[in-house]
C-alpha cells in the first residue's frame, strides 16, 4: 500500500507492504529511479518506510518493492501531477 497515491515533485509518499523474507533487503524503485530507497524487513516480513518524488515526467508511474533475496515484488501506480514552480513575467 502506498501513501497518498498522487502528488507533485516533493511530496513524501510513505509504502507499507508484507511477504519478504525476514531481514530481507528491500529496494523501493519509482519511475526512471531504479533505487530511490531501500529498507529491511522486520521478522515477519513486513516493511514501512517512505521516499521523496524526485523530478521526473508527470503522469502516471510505478511504485515497486523488490525482495534482494527472495525476489518477491509488489507494485503501486502512483500519479505525478504536474507542478509550475516558478512563472516570471515574459
Known amino acids: 500500500m502506498i501513501s ?3 502528488g507533485t515533485v516533493g511530496t ?3 509504502i507499507m507492504s ?3 523474507g525476514a531481514g530481507e ?5 519509482f519511475g526512471n529511479k531504479v533505487t530511490i530507497n531501500t529498507t529491511i524487513a522486520d521478522v515477519t516480513g513486513r516493511f514501512d518506510t517512505g521516499f521523496t518524488v524526485d523530478t521526473q515526467p ?3 508511474t510505478t511504485v515497486r518493492a523488490s525482495g534482494i533475496i527472495t525476489g518477491q515484488m509488489a507494485a503501486y501506480p502512483f500519479f505525478i501531477m504536474p507542478n509550475i514552480s516558478i512563472l516570471a513575467p515574459p
Open 12 to 14: 513524501v509518499v510513505r
Open 58 to 60: 508527470a503522469g502516471t
Open 4 to 6: 497518498p497515491i498522487c
Open 25 to 29: 533487503l528491500i529496494r523501493i524503485s
Open 18 to 20: 508484507n511477504g519478504f
